[in-house]
């Protein structure tokens, strides 16, 4: 069988295409991506024997009139394309990871009469995915979500690297490690409000930052004006070694972020994104609280609560308990979803 995975632009997508993508071959299929050619799809997938074909693609929601009706004349050309793409590889089905380009590739492939999967990372459906859901054969969730029709949890599909197989590393050392992390773009909350809290914590903290592009000097001055031991990185490709050396983690609430950490069996201090579409980030965080592995810090609040809330989690060993936990909700997730696809194509081969 051959399938067309469509991911773009942020590792929330593409990371866990690349993750299917892995199985599906495993499994003797082939499979062909399609994106926007960013430099995060092409080093996801230059290990998968595949092929990646870029479409230009913009984001609806949140952009002014002129740009919703640029997106939506991209639409139109780019259902065209697929269709050619859908032809030339003689694909079977699809399955889009979210984002506004799973749209034209969807629409293309129920022209086609090609059977339409998709996955959701997030607590809370992305438009695409829910204009998607009406056409799909399955709706795989990240997360729990009640009543989305035709849905099955199966987790967020998470690289092989952040599944532990019990490696939990020892502090013997009398220090409190903490990696902080804004995601691959960083954070200017993260990167200014942070280290300025922790010169009245009492504790020998070590810090590991990833700060984002071009923000190392601005988040190194501040560190070193609150003579605060930290080792500061733009970006992490792969933070497995940063996260297994902390005692607990502070975050984004991006979805993919939260399921590989806490797979890692590290609580973790979310700090949701105030702006991200439907509030999905608080919702991520809500998930991650119910699991008991994580604590939410909002914007909107007094940066002294977060202080008090990190206080907390050191004085009184909280991250001990997180260490403890185990979160498998995603470690299967890749062969739930391959295993389902390949059901469905196997009772309907004349697809």
């Not at 795989?140 to 009543?147: A, C, D, E, S, V």
């Not at 965080?285 to 977060?306: R, T």
């Not at 991250?319 to 062969?335: A, F, P, T």
Request: glycine share 6%.
């Amino acid at each position: 069988m051959k399938f067309l995975l469509v991911a773009a632009k942020t590792g929330g997508h593409v990371f866990p295409a690349s993750v299917i993508g892995e199985e599906l071959t495993k499994n003797n299929h082939e499979v062909i991506f399609i994106g926007t050619g960013s430099e995060i799809e092409k080093n996801a997938y230059h290990n998968l024997d595949s092929r990646l074909y870029e479409l230009s693609m913009e984001g609806f929601r949140g952009t002014n009139l002129i740009k919703k009706l640029q997106v939506l004349f991209q639409t139109f050309i780019n259902i065209f394309k697929v269709i050619q793409i859908i032809n030339k590889e003689k694909i079977n089905a699809m399955i889009g990871f979210g984002g506004f380009i799973t749209v034209p590739v969807g629409i293309a492939c129920w022209i086609k009469r090609k059977p339409i999967f998709t996955h959701e990372q997030n607590a809370v459906i992305g438009s695409a995915n829910k204009l998607l859901s009406k056409i799909s054969i399955i709706n795989f969730l990240g997360f729990p979500i009640n009543g989305f029709n035709k849905s099955i949890y199966s987790g967020n599909p998470i690289r092989k690297s952040f599944i532990n197989n019990g490696e939990n590393i020892i502090n013997d050392k009398n220090e409190i490690r903490i990696y902080i992390t804004g995601g691959s773009q960083g954070s200017e909350y993260i990167n200014k409000q942070l280290p300025r809290i922790f010169k009245d914590i009492s504790s020998n903290i070590k810090i590991i930052h990833q700060c984002g592009k071009n923000n190392f000097q601005e988040v190194s001055n501040i560190y070193s004006l609150e003579s605060i031991d930290a080792e500061i990185s733009e970006f992490y490709q792969n933070p497995v070694e940063q996260i297994l050396w902390s005692d607990f983690v502070i975050s984004r609430g991006g979805a993919l972020s939260l399921s590989e950490i806490t797979s890692l069996r590290r609580g973790v201090v979310i700090i949701p994104l105030p702006t991200s579409i439907d509030n999905h980030q608080v919702e991520n965080a809500k998930s991650i609280e119910k699991i008991d592995m994580g604590i939410m810090h909002e914007q909107k609040d007094h940066i002294n609560k977060l202080q008090e809330k990190i206080k907390s989690i050191i004085e009184n060993k909280i991250y001990l308990k997180w260490k403890d936990l185990e979160n498998n909700n995603h470690i299967n997730s890749s062969k739930i979803i391959v295993k389902q696809l390949e059901n469905y194509l196997d009772k309907n081969e004349t697809l």
